[in-house]
């Protein structure tokens, strides 16, 4: 499984991380889960319906981040990614905390990937 970030990804993960600094780490272990299992896993992951696009973008709400220990899952940030099953490649999307906003870009997913 390959990995790859679009622009606005990496601009919302520097932005982000000034606040929680172990961001990086928390994605690397993202990474490895999504490198065993990148389909959606309710409740934790969900694919994004009705964007009229044929690519699996997946919704992952239940992020653990050691920034915000103690906290748990519900805590929140979210990631949105595309799941290119025959490519064995994910393109990460977007990350946000749940708090800055509710609902994924989706202009962006389809700035991207229409």
Not at 13 to 29: E, G, Q
Not at 47 to 54: A, T, Y
Not at 57 to 75: C, E, F, L
Not at 79 to 105: G, T
């Amino acid at each position: 499984m390959t990995f790859e970030e679009i622009p606005e990804f990496n601009k919302d993960l520097k932005k982000l991380t000034k606040k929680y600094r172990t961001l990086n780490d928390d994605l690397k272990i993202i990474k490895k889960v999504l490198k065993v299992s990148p389909n959606e896993k309710p409740p934790f992951s969900f694919r994004i319906n009705g964007l009229g696009i044929e690519d699996c973008i997946i919704k992952v709400k239940k992020i653990a981040s050691k920034s915000m220990k103690g906290k748990g899952v519900n805590s929140g940030f979210r990631i949105i990614y595309a799941h290119f099953e025959e490519e064995q490649r994910i393109s990460f999307i977007e990350i946000y905390h749940k708090s800055s906003k509710s609902i994924e870009d989706k202009e962006r997913i389809m700035r991207y990937f229409k």
